[in-house]
């Protein structure tokens, strides 16, 4: 590898998750419902985020047609029963797929998570967008509900699966050029998709944050230690490196420790070795928000 990997650590979190399968006649169609499901990662102000998986072709879906695995995530509230953090998880998904995918011609949704620790009924906040004259019935195998609508019918899966897993993993990658950020971001990511169980909820993140600011109400704001244009305004207060001009971050959610740690160590090495990333490192806030520290290091022993 060409880059340097910083002796430090990635620190993530538990959170909560849902894993589907959306399906669609026309595969244009598919890809926007996918994308536009998926496309607001918002954990950090308190609503859910969401990623693609990976897409399926016809016999790797429950009705014979092309889909995408998504995952959506949301936090787990400490100190509170499962059931409370699963109840806004129903929310927020609510939203996302009425106004993301049931609006999209001819999409029906399927569970895909085969050991859930609890399910969400998707009758009250999804079904009942057939304003009681949706009904269901057995389809391809599962009960899925029939929500009649103009362009007929959107259908989902009566219970959709919610289970534990890690959120927040992620990795820097510190650069000296502009095509060097894009090069490696796109490498890393293509390496990324390929691990089973995980997802990139922003894929080449510019903006990566702190806890800390002057401005709460707004949420995390910039990391200003490692803004490469504050350097010479910080003094020795920053953190950018000699020769770095830009700090990308790549984070990964995915079901299991394993899974993300798999996914950390093939984005790093497909990054690491483009020319013009001089540095791998990590976010962590000193393990004061996450339970799990990935030491960079440790992926390659």
């Known amino acids: 590898m060409n880059a340097e990997i ?4 990635a620190e993530a979190f538990n959170g909560l998750y849902c894993r589907v399968v959306v399906t669609a006649d026309d595969e244009e169609v598919l890809r926007k419902a996918a994308e536009d499901a998926t496309a607001t990662p918002s954990i950090v102000i308190g609503r859910i985020e969401g990623g693609i998986e990976k897409w399926l072709d016809k ?3 429950p009705d014979g047609r092309k889909g995408a695995i998504l995952q959506f995530w949301g936090e787990i509230e400490n100190g509170k029963p499962l059931d409370n953090s699963a109840k806004k998880l129903e929310v927020e998904l609510s939203y996302r797929i009425r106004q993301d995918i049931l609006v999209n011609p001819f999409t029906a949704i399927f569970d895909a998570l085969p050991n859930p620790a609890g ?4 009758m009250e906040r999804v079904g ?7 009904w269901e019935e057995k389809l391809h195998g599962r009960n899925m509900i029939v929500v009649p609508i103009m362009v007929s019918d959107f259908l989902i899966e009566r219970h959709l699966g919610y289970a534990r897993g890690i ?11 502009k095509r060097a950020v894009m090069e490696a971001g796109r490498k890393a ?3 990324i998709s390929k691990i089973e169980g995980v997802i990139t909820p ?3 993140c510019s903006a990566g944050s702190k806890p800390e600011t002057k401005f709460p109400w707004i949420g995390p704001t910039t990391n200003h230690p490692y803004c490469p244009t504050l350097k010479e305004r910080l003094g020795k207060e920053s953190k950018v490196p000699e020769g770095v001009n830009y700090i990308p971050e790549i984070v990964i959610n995915g079901v299991s420790i394993d899974a993300v740690k798999e996914a950390m160590k093939v984005g790093i090495q497909s990054a690491g070795n483009v020319n013009g990333v001089v540095k791998i490192s990590a976010g962590n806030y000193g393990g004061k928000l996450g339970r799990h520290k990935i030491y960079l290091r440790e992926l390659f022993v």
């Not at 910083?6 to 650590?9: L, R, W």
């Not at 399910?119 to 998707?122: A, E, L, N, V, Y």
């Not at 009942?128 to 949706?134: P, R």
């Open 6 to 9: 910083e002796d430090t650590y």
């Open 59 to 61: 016999k790797e879906t």
């Open 119 to 122: 399910k969400i009924d998707m």
């Open 128 to 134: 009942h967008c057939g304003d009681s004259f949706e």
């Open 167 to 177: 959120m927040g993993a992620n990795f820097w990658y510190m650069c000296k050029t």
């Open 189 to 191: 990511l293509k390496a």
């Open 202 to 204: 922003f894929d080449i």
